[in-house]
């Protein structure tokens, strides 16, 4: 049996480029890139070469730059040590509804046990926030605005700007989770003018465990870790010098190919919503058709859990996913829908089929030919659906 | 053609062994284990070795299925046993009466939703590790027999199958004693092999239902109330801390002095009361039973002789069992019966068949 790969926006394989970049980094030139010897030297050298990649692709300055272990610790840097260091003077913060929980549970976290006040700037059915909503949230008490810039369950892409103003008029900082999107599009931190912003490299064909925070020259952020000086006492832990050459091999490729892979995941992300749509019926693509990541597509097949279809489609061989997965591997209903305001059934049916430049229109002919299938044996036993017939 | 089977895992030693075993019978073996509740939902976290719903009994199962090249699936069955499950055990804990979760939990999760879960990912069939022997007959009757190691029995809590449902199950331990599980499990070196087991109710993790029973209905803006503990004669004795906190036959705890041992005799909600007596007016003779479900025989329409048990641990006392109505019957014991609690189960046994059973009203 064949295996595809449709979850890409979980993870991607590492490029064999990259792989061959961090190689050295591995074993010859293992040095502790802190030392004072040549083992260090070449080690801190190959370090602030790929900061100076990653700097220069999302427009920063390589000294604006920290390296992380990824999203999800560079997000709670951005949520708890902006927080903490605006402690007894703010007490309030903002996160988008849609967040990933990277975010949104460092946020839930200072509201139960830090005594800060949280508020969710809403989304609207397509993912979208707008300025004007955030307008009413934001007081001279936000300490920090965070929205991410690609949703990662529905590909949304948000206009960051209008938000970053209206967030800088109160005076406040602004962070973006642009995981989703660095590398696939256009992100610049300068023109978004964001404050703070995450990116990690396993999303672009790059390896796990290595991430980057931008934090603008002259913002501060409590550190999370104590323990050294590395990273500019930001980050302390001994650097992850493979992982940052493959992070900025991996982001010089996705540069170079961003053009190519666009147009091409644009395509095949068109050609199969058309396919799934035409063949079978009451399924919705969530999040908007236009202004997204356009690997990434959710999609609500009515009366069927989402659950079930992606057990179904692992035993045919198609890996895709539903919701998020909680740390035991259960699935869970999507929080992003239901603030999207999908319905309860609808957002339980929805499956993410999130494409990568080894997908095929042969394996997605595969998926549509059995799709339908799987779809309507479902459908036959579940409760739902014949009821709303 | 090979069939399909969807094993049930806990993360124990009975349920990895189930897999193996179907694996070893020639069939294609799916693992999954049932998140059934939330810490977050239901308290008492205290990170016991050992208990379904947690992470590391979850990877037990995965490494184990990974052993015998089987998918393993984690399948968030939790908001339904939330609804059938706690609710109910809640809800019967605030009418007077002491509820069996397992029994509600195999009627209304495991032999309900598991089993559609199961027909979905296209399985023909669904296994569970319990001590209980599933054959079918000629007539095509399914039936349970009591498990061949007496003393790990769990036929009790599985008379609410229906036929359908039962049809679709492989139990096979049934016929296993529990130390031969074990050592097959050491043999193919299993690393649940020496985990310990629990009988008490999962989601109650710390073993406390009074904690547990406090915090969910404060979360639902809901308190108990004092009362009265009375003598069956009329006397006040005391002051309960809930009706909820005591079962019948209970002597511990009750927190009153009294010249001669007492034992809770009944709850009586209404009047928020506590009645004790002595030892002697805990035995009756009678008792009548509902939701029942015949399992091993067609629903009889005359009095069956039959052994009932009136909980997990009860050994079984001769009786007869008279149908009243499709789904109620009567219960005579032929000699009185010690604490016949409503809310129980009631089992009906002829030897080692089970007929069916109940709940205690």
């Not at chain 1, 997000?75 to 007490?91: C, E, P």
């Not at chain 1, 990434?296 to 919701?323: H, P, Q, W, Y």
Request: aromatic share 8%; hydrophobic share 35%; proline share 4%.
């Amino acid at each position: 049996m064949e295996s595809i790969y449709l979850d890409h926006n979980a993870t991607t394989p590492v490029d064999p480029e990259v792989v061959q970049a961090m190689l050295p980094y591995l074993s010859g030139n293992f040095g502790n890139a802190s030392s004072v010897h040549a083992f260090g030297r070449d080690g801190k050298v190959a370090l602030e070469n790929a900061r100076e990649m990653i700097a220069s692709v999302i427009n920063c300055e390589p000294s604006e730059l920290y390296f992380t272990s990824g999203g999800t610790e560079s997000d709670n840097i951005a949520v708890l040590g902006t927080a903490h260091r605006f402690k007894g003077r703010k007490d309030h913060i903002i996160v988008g509804a849609a967040e990933h929980h990277a975010v949104l549970e460092p946020a839930e976290y200072l509201a139960h046990s830090e005594d800060f006040k949280l508020d969710l700037l809403p989304v609207d059915g397509e993912g979208f926030s707008s300025p004007e909503q955030l307008k009413e949230l934001v007081t001279d008490r936000t300490a920090l605005v965070s929205v991410m810039h690609a949703n990662n369950e529905t590909g949304t892409v948000q206009d960051i700007g209008g938000l970053v103003e209206v967030t800088h008029a109160k005076n406040c900082l602004f962070h973006t989770d642009a995981v989703q999107s660095t590398g696939k599009i256009k992100v610049d931190v300068k023109r978004m003018g964001v404050d703070m912003a995450t990116i990690t490299a396993h999303k672009i064909y790059g390896p796990k465990g290595i991430g980057g925070l931008y934090v603008r020259a002259g913002v501060k952020v409590s550190p999370l870790f104590y323990g050294g000086a590395h990273e500019k006492k930001r980050r302390p832990g001994t650097e992850n010098v493979a992982g940052a050459v493959g992070f900025a091999k991996a982001l010089e490729i996705a540069m170079r190919r961003q053009e190519d892979d666009f147009r091409n995941m644009s395509e095949l992300a068109d050609y199969f919503i058309d396919k799934v749509i035409g063949s079978i019926p009451d399924v919705m693509l969530n999040g908007p058709r236009k202004n997204r990541i356009p690997q990434t597509m959710n999609m609500s097949f009515n009366g069927v859990e989402g659950e079930s279809v992606v057990l179904a489609l692992d035993l045919k061989g198609i890996a895709c996913s539903s919701g998020s997965a909680c740390t035991s591997g259960a699935t869970e209903p999507s929080h992003v829908l239901k603030a999207m305001g999908a319905e309860a059934v609808s957002a339980q049916g929805a499956i993410r089929f999130s494409l990568g430049r080894s997908t095929t229109r042969d394996q997605l002919d595969y998926v549509i030919s059995v799709l339908p299938e799987v779809i309507g044996k479902l459908r036959e036993m579940s409760p739902f659906y014949s009821q709303q017939k | 053609m090979i069939q399909k089977v969807l094993v049930a895992m806990s993360g124990g030693v009975d349920s990895s062994v189930a897999a193996l075993l179907l694996r070893e019978m020639g069939y294609d073996v799916v693992g999954a284990h049932m998140k059934l509740w939330d810490y977050v939902d239901v308290g008492g976290d205290i990170h016991k070795d050992g208990r379904c719903c947690t992470l590391d009994s979850i990877n037990d199962c995965r490494m184990i299925c990974n052993a015998i090249s089987a998918p393993f699936y984690v399948l968030n069955l939790s908001q339904q046993f939330k609804e059938k499950v706690i609710e109910d055990f809640v809800a019967e804990y605030r009418a007077g009466r002491t509820p069996n979760p397992c029994v509600r939990c195999n009627i209304d999760v495991k032999w309900s939703e598991f089993l559609r879960k199961a027909n979905e990912v296209g399985c023909d069939y669904i296994a569970t590790g319990h001590y209980a022997i599933v054959e079918q007959e000629e007539d095509g009757r399914c039936q349970i027999r009591k498990g061949t190691d007496k003393s790990r029995d769990q036929s009790y809590v599985l008379w609410g199958i229906s036929q359908e449902a039962l049809s679709k199950t492989i139990m096979p331990l049934g016929a296993m004693l529990k130390s031969e599980v074990r050592s097959l499990a050491k043999r193919y070196g299993l690393r649940t092999a020496e985990k310990t087991e629990s009988r008490e109710i999962c989601f109650v993790a710390d073993d406390d239902y009074h904690r547990f029973l406090t915090e969910y209905e404060a979360k639902e803006g809901r308190t108990y109330q004092p009362g009265d503990i009375v003598h069956q004669d009329g006397r006040v004795l005391g002051q309960h801390k809930g009706t909820p906190f005591y079962t019948i036959g209970q002597r511990k705890g009750l927190g009153i002095a009294h010249p001669t041992p007492l034992y809770v005799q009944k709850i009586d909600v209404a009047n928020n009361r506590i009645i004790v007596g002595d030892d002697e007016a805990l035995f009756e003779q009678e008792c009548e039973v509902e939701n029942v479900n015949w399992v091993s025989i067609s629903p009889p329409e005359l009095p069956e002789q039959a052994e009932v048990k009136i909980r997990y641990l009860h050994p079984a006392a001769s009786a007869t069992v008279t149908p009243l109505t499709d789904r109620t019957v009567h219960v005579i014991f032929d000699e009185k019966q010690r604490a016949i609690t409503p809310g129980q189960s009631a089992v009906f046994y002829r030897g080692d068949l089970l007929l069916g059973g109940g709940v205690i009203a």
